[in-house]
């Protein structure tokens, strides 16, 4: 399966945009995008997946570029309860989630 | 909450002991996944279970053991424990064997082994 590159941290104000890059430039063209995050070693939580599209849900947007070698998560209005280890991994349609490489994530801090 | 659940929350032992972690997957969710989060460290798949049957290995030791049970709940065996096993270990859920569709995570269980 196709690795992500993530930054190890980054910093965003409360109320405003937290844009979460990632890089896939080995992704395969039946691999999706998901995004995961992780709360203070609670339970990794679905945020998002998506293919070519960019795709919305009520918790966040995924941006993914025409050429599917990146993409971005973004949290519209983060809040302090987003801090949290974003991670993001690519993983076949067809595939067995068993295959999904966890990588160490973005850990985000959202500041007052 | 994410429909899966972990038992028990936190555990502490000493070395050699054993221990069984429990999970119950979401309602009508035929795969079990654990995994081990060591300190600092991304998730490292251990087994999977499809129905009552392992359908993959990962990362397991041969100290650890598991299954799944008719019901759907799975148990994970941990024996002969060292100082390196304490890490939170987490059972996930799906629908799936394969296919697109996201992983539901319990709240994990805490080992410390002292």
């Known amino acids: 399966d196709a690795k992500t590159t993530q930054p190890t941290s980054m910093d965003c104000a409360e109320g405003r945009a937290a844009n979460l890059p990632c890089n896939h430039s080995t992704i395969s063209g039946n691999e999706y995008v998901y995004w995961y995050r992780q709360i203070h070693s609670q339970g990794p939580q679905y945020i998002i997946h998506g293919l070519k599209n960019n795709e919305t849900n009520e918790m966040a947007s995924l941006i993914i570029t025409e050429d599917r070698k990146s993409s971005t998560l973004i949290l519209p209005h983060a809040t302090l309860r987003d801090t949290a280890v974003y991670y993001c991994i690519v993983r076949p349609n067809a595939g067995n989630n068993r295959k999904l490489i966890w990588g160490l994530g973005t850990s985000l801090a959202v500041n007052p | ?114």
């Open chain 2, 1 to 114: 909450d994410s429909g899966v659940t972990q038992t028990p929350k936190h555990l502490i032992t000493a070395t050699g002991q054993r221990v069984t972690l429990r999970c119950s997957p979401r309602s009508g969710d035929l795969s079990v996944y654990w995994y081990q989060q060591s300190l600092d460290q991304g998730l490292q798949f251990l087994i999977q279970y499809y129905n009552g049957e392992e359908r993959a290995k990962g990362n397991i030791l041969e100290r650890f053991s598991a299954q799944q049970f008719p019901d759907l709940h799975s148990e994970l065996n941990l024996s002969s424990l060292e100082l390196g096993d304490s890490a939170l270990y987490f059972c996930a859920s799906s629908s799936q064997l394969a296919g697109p569709g996201e992983l539901f995570f319990g709240e994990g269980s805490r080992l410390t082994v002292l």
